[in-house]
């Protein structure tokens, strides 16, 4: 995967975070959860590849 591949899920990830906030913030509480489930399981997207790399 290149750099920039990985970075794009990265943001995705981020702006699925940032709008569980804002739907929270705004009273969208199912919207707000739903966005959370989305940025949890996209962050063992990114975790679990990680913990792969070799130590250096």
């Keep these: 995967m290149t750099p920039e591949?990985?970075?794009c899920g990265v943001r995705r990830l981020m702006l699925a975070a940032?709008?569980?906030g804002i739907?929270?913030?705004k009273?969208?509480?199912e919207l707000a959860r739903i966005l959370a489930v989305a940025s949890?399981?996209?962050s063992l997207?990114?975790?679990l590849p990680a913990t792969?790399?070799?130590a250096t």
């Design 5 to 7: 591949r990985a970075g």
């Design 40 to 42: 949890l399981v996209g």
């Design 45 to 47: 997207g990114v975790v």
């Design 52 to 54: 792969a790399l070799p």
């Design 23 to 25: 739907a929270h913030a």
């Design 27 to 29: 009273g969208h509480f």
């Design 18 to 20: 940032g709008g569980h």
